[in-house]
């Protein structure tokens, strides 16, 4: 029944999460090893496998992990996408030098749009993802930098939270008040005008803008919009 195909899905989910989270602390413990894994001895791999097991067992049987398990609540589908994020950052940083590599920060950008739907813990990965890309791009690490990236990842979580995703509502309820109610057009005409309007001048703009930061913000921005529709499951 439904409730049985949900319950295997938070097993799957938290599962997932577990996984991700061995995967980030095992690059992680590498990275403090070694840097680079065609020189990992055979201690060093059992010391990274060993922190990843000790890592993600410690996690899996928290009090907190493990009693969501029992909840009809949505901490488990969010546990696995923070998890996610966590590692697709790490893996961005493996291919940082070349431009194929930001597919991963528009992948990021995807599931942080769609975990709006499920629960705004995701956003909190912000801070850890701009810190990662300011060690990674900027090889002279100062205090005012590190500083200056904890205030950017602020300032990212404000705008998603306070004006992106209530603004983002708010626009589209106006545009379908101004279709329905004033200009006599069917229910969602509005709604589908704002939605057309946006993603044009979103993919317009990615390809106007072909600077390789320009274009990587616009097309996050397009991806988070598309993950952020399924938020509209919830206004309904």
């Not at 938290?14 to 095992?26: E, H, K, M, V």
């Not at 049987?61 to 790490?90: H, K, N, P, R």
């Not at 431009?99 to 956003?123: P, Q, T």
Request: proline fraction near 1%; include cysteine; charged fraction near 15%.
């Amino acid at each position: 029944d439904s409730s049985t195909s949900r319950g295997l899905g938070d097993v799957y989910k938290r599962q997932g999460c577990i996984l991700f989270l061995f995967w980030s602390i095992t690059r992680l413990v590498r990275a403090l090893l070694v840097g680079d894994e065609r020189k990992l001895s055979v201690m060093d791999v059992i010391i990274i496998l060993g922190a990843g097991f000790v890592g993600a067992l410690a996690y899996t049987f928290s009090d907190t992990f493990w009693f969501s398990a029992v909840e009809g609540e949505v901490y488990a589908f969010s546990s696995f996408l923070t998890a996610l994020v966590f590692w697709m950052i790490l893996r961005w940083q493996d291919e940082s030098d070349s431009v194929s590599g930001d597919r991963w920060i528009i992948l990021i950008a995807y599931i942080i749009g769609l975990s709006i739907g499920v629960h705004l813990l995701n956003l909190l990965c912000i801070p850890a993802i701009v810190l990662v890309f300011y060690y990674q791009k900027y090889r002279t690490i100062s205090l005012k930098g590190a500083i200056a990236a904890i205030a950017l990842s602020g300032l990212l979580i404000v705008l998603i939270l306070f004006v992106y995703i209530p603004g983002m509502a708010d626009i589209g309820g106006w545009f379908e008040l101004l279709f329905v109610n004033a200009l006599g057009f069917p229910f969602q005409t509005g709604l589908i005008v704002f939605l057309a309007i946006t993603f044009f001048l979103l993919i317009a703009g990615i390809y106007r803008f072909k600077k390789r930061l320009i274009n990587t913000a616009l097309w996050c921005t397009l991806m988070l919009t598309v993950g952020y529709t399924t938020y509209a499951v919830i206004l309904i």
